[in-house]
T-cell receptor, first 115, second 113 residues
């Protein structure tokens, strides 16, 4: 398994500002993922972050809005830029072990409210 | 492409009732199948998984069997408890999807004492 922590756990932000969310893993992992969970909905993958390369974004998500850093094998950040109320969601970081039966391990999430 | 469909919630049961949450999938390859659970105010955690046809995953009294012929992975528990109240997500991952995990919409379960 993997122990994953996220900071902050929650935040309330003003429209037009940016927030950076940190994700720390207790062991080295190849792939880290960032998800968004809008109120009452399922998880939507934002991007996959591999160390040493640019993040790969899913359809509907762009780097200018959600820049991601992956400076090493245990850490990643997701920034939500120029926020609007529609960005109010839970943002979840996850990792997997890169095996054939890919179980994902999730952080506790960051609950973001944009006013 | 790959997809997961699960029954809509919320599901409301009395304590000790039998639980079934239906899940069906569409996949081009041979996926691994998962059930994740999200307790109130927490992130997702793996509940159980199955990696090939006819495998049964089980944990904490929950079970699900990988049925390739019906492309299903229904979650069952014989006797639910109030502490099982949570949102349950069915999911799949396979090589043709680049091992990305695809989640169903989630089913909220309420268990009354």
């Amino acid at each position: 398994s993997a122990v994953i922590s996220q900071k902050p756990s929650r935040d309330i932000c003003q429209r037009g500002t940016s927030l950076t969310i940190q994700c720390q893993v207790d062991s080295q992992v190849t792939m880290m993922f960032w998800y968004r969970q809008q109120p009452g909905q399922s998880l939507t993958l934002i991007a996959t972050a591999n160390q040493g390369s640019e993040a790969t974004y899913e359809s509907g998500f762009v780097i200018d809005k959600f820049p991601i850093s992956r400076p090493n094998l245990t850490f990643s950040t997701l920034t939500v830029s120029n926020m609007s109320p529609e960005d109010s969601s839970i943002y979840l970081c996850s990792v997997d072990r890169g095996t054939a039966a890919d179980t994902q391990y999730f952080g506790p999430g960051t609950r973001l409210t944009v006013l | 492409g790959n997809s997961v469909t699960q029954m809509e919630g919320p599901v409301t049961l009395s304590e000790e009732a039998f639980l079934t949450i239906n899940c069906t999938y569409t996949a081009t390859g041979y996926p691994s199948l998962f059930w994740y659970v999200q307790y109130p105010g927490e992130g997702l955690q793996l509940l159980l998984k199955a990696t090939k046809a006819d495998d049964k995953g089980s944990n904490k009294g929950f079970e699900a069997t990988y049925r390739k012929e019906t492309t299903s992975f229904h979650l069952e528990k014989g006797s639910v408890q109030v502490s099982d109240s949570a949102v349950y997500f069915c999911a799949l991952s396979d090589q043709t999807g680049g091992f990305k995990t695809i989640f169903g919409a989630g089913t909220r379960l309420f268990v009354k004492a």
